[in-house]
């Protein structure tokens, strides 16, 4: 026979003072958080600029600058929703839900973060003028050799532990271009021209995030074990306890299946929105709704109720209470 | 034509009467503290906001430069330890006692759906916070974003979208959402205990 | 820390351990106010 769901049985009502217990856990609550903000504070780990990180990586930062320029670059051929490459795009089959809406903020990385940037410097630096003009009158052929010319010699400066680059003939306007790119860093420019808008005020920083992105927030972030790898999802900065709850969601990247596939990302959306649906639903789902009868914990929670209540005491008397 | 103010005010009053929505008594198997961990989960929430207007009435900036605004922001981060903490003891509590039994389906599904609305309200705090960590979740996380077409319309690098998602829209739907759930635990009633065996008759 | 894959920071772990901590004396402990309750606590 089905056991019923809820325990028919009529209960005493006890007086209880739900507006107390609600005071003393905002008293208690209280004297938690001051506590341990007074003890601990709270991390703030100085946010990255462009400026800091091309002081410290000139050449990693010069790799970066020629990604976006040649089009190596990871948001250069990312895909949407900031282009029509399609390096970064994920499937769930034969679908991509990030091709739906399309490109909604355009990214041309050669443009936005070294041609425009430097349009500035141009106008003070006659070289670097010339240098732009000579790019963009170009082939595409021509640019590509420069580039190839520049990456080689960028390639070979890292190698060697070198802590500058002399940009070599063959590089054409590629050296003063990126060197002027560098310059303009170095000075706190950039960050700062990749944030102005038509608009003056500034809030959105997709530019700047876009281009530090890559080597130079990765470097860092190692360092404070904060990679997806590295359950990083979980973690603060410094010695402080993380976001705990996401110890599902950041454990799907742990599967090397996962992790290792391009539509990682994409397949962990559908995992984890199947599990929170079985969550918010499980009050309607045959066996899910029945598993705590079988784990038994009730048992403790009212071992009193059910100490004083025995089953064998009779049938559920049919008046109420 | 009847009086439509007396027909809302009689089905409220008949939904929740004073005596069920404030009660001054509980059946007697309430008697553990499992049941207290809902009122912790909620001061949690009542700190947030205090120390969430206090960081608001200064800006987003402030809590970099000033002692005092950091332990706000140190109130506020581990209020949100807190409230996370006491919100998943309160989901484990509910859950090892089936409480969506007896007409309860409503209550457990606008408790979880508060939990869920809480981790896009925190994620948007972190991305506020203008720190490394806010930069490097917002390159980490726009990946999964794009990856099923909400980046392109929820950039997690625009901090002024976060920003008012995380200071107006997601504190709005988490109260709203809490007050449902509570308004549901009051017209409900806690759930009495599961019948022991061999009871089912 | 460090078992296989899975990789946790110290701070959390102890989170985790108080949470589990806490939940065990949430079932263990009986609320104040419930006196003449059969159970003669």
């Known amino acids: 026979m089905r056991q019923p769901d809820v325990d028919p049985r009529p209960a005493r009502a006890v007086p209880y003072d739900l507006l107390r217990e609600v005071l003393v856990a905002f008293c208690v609550v209280l004297v938690l958080v001051v506590t341990m903000s007074a003890v601990f504070g709270s991390p703030d780990d100085p946010p990255m600029t462009i400026e800091s990180f091309s002081r410290q990586s000139p050449l990693v930062f010069l790799q970066t600058a020629l990604g976006d320029l040649d089009g190596s670059g990871e948001i250069a051929s990312y895909g949407p929703p900031y282009n029509s490459g399609d390096g970064s795009v994920q499937h769930l089959g034969p679908v991509s839900l990030q091709e739906i809406p399309g490109v909604t903020i355009p990214i041309n990385t050669a443009q936005d973060f070294v041609l425009s940037p430097l349009q500035p410097l141009a106008t003070v630096q006659p070289a670097v003028a010339s240098a732009v003009r000579t790019f963009r009158g170009a082939t595409a052929a021509q640019r590509q050799a420069w580039e190839k010319a520049y990456g080689d010699a960028l390639d070979a400066a890292v190698k060697s532990g070198a802590s500058s680059l002399q940009a070599p003939a063959a590089a054409g306007p590629v050296g003063p271009m990126l060197a002027g790119l560098l310059h303009e860093a170095q000075i706190g420019g950039l960050d700062g021209l990749l944030l102005t808008s038509s608009r003056f005020y500034a809030t959105d920083y997709t530019k700047p995030l ?3 992105q890559g080597a130079a927030m990765h470097n860092r972030a190692s360092t404070l074990n ?7 999802m979980m973690n603060e900065t410094g010695s402080y306890p993380g976001q705990a709850w996401l110890w599902l969601y950041t454990f799907w990247y742990q599967v090397p299946a996962i992790a290792n596939s391009p539509s990682g990302d994409a397949l962990v959306w559908v995992i984890m929105a199947v599990l929170t649906l079985l969550l918010v639903l499980v009050p309607w789902i045959p066996g899910l709704r029945r598993l705590p009868f079988k784990i038994g914990l ?4 009212w ?3 059910y100490r004083e209540h025995p089953a064998a005491a009779g049938p559920p008397p049919r008046a109420g209470p | 034509m009847s009086n439509l103010t007396a027909r809302l005010r009689a089905s409220l009053v008949a939904a929740l009467p004073p005596e069920q929505l404030l009660p001054d008594s509980q059946p ?3 008697r553990s503290y499992v ?5 912790t989960t909620l001061a949690s929430f009542g700190f947030l906001i205090i120390s969430g207007i206090v960081l608001a009435l200064f800006g987003p900036g402030w809590w970099h430069v000033s002692r005092i605004g950091h332990f706000f922001n140190s109130i506020h981060f581990w209020s949100v330890q807190a409230f996370f903490f006491f919100m998943v003891l309160h989901l484990w509590a509910q859950f090892f006692m089936a409480a969506w039994r007896g007409g309860r389906g409503i209550t457990w599904l606008t408790g979880a759906v508060t939990f869920v609305v809480s981790l896009g309200a925190a994620f948007t705090g972190y991305l506020s916070q203008q720190n490394f960590d806010s930069q490097w979740i917002a390159v980490q996380g726009k990946d999964a974003m794009n990856a099923i077409g909400i980046g392109a319309y929820f950039n997690l690098l625009n901090f002024g979208q976060m920003y008012t998602y995380h200071v ?7 109260a709203a959402l809490t007050t449902v759930h509570l308004l549901q635990v009051r017209r409900r009633g806690v759930v009495p205990p599961i019948p022991p065996r061999g009871l089912g008759g | 820390m460090h078992w296989g894959i899975f990789l946790i920071s110290v701070p959390n772990l102890i989170v985790i351990g108080v949470m589990v901590a806490v939940f065990a004396l949430g079932i263990a402990l009986r609320l104040p106010g419930h006196g003449g309750g059969a159970s003669g606590r």
Do not use: M
Not at chain 1, 226 to 232: A, E, I, K, N, Y
Not at chain 2, 35 to 39: E, I, K, L, T
């Open chain 2, 168 to 174: 107006f829209l997601l504190p709005v739907a988490v």
């Open chain 2, 35 to 39: 049941y207290v961990f809902g009122a």
């Open chain 2, 28 to 30: 007697e198997y309430v």
């Open chain 1, 210 to 212: 876009l281009f530090l």
């Open chain 1, 226 to 232: 904060l990679l997806g790898t590295q359950w990083g």
């Open chain 1, 298 to 301: 009730y048992r403790w929670i």
């Open chain 1, 303 to 305: 071992r009193d109720w």
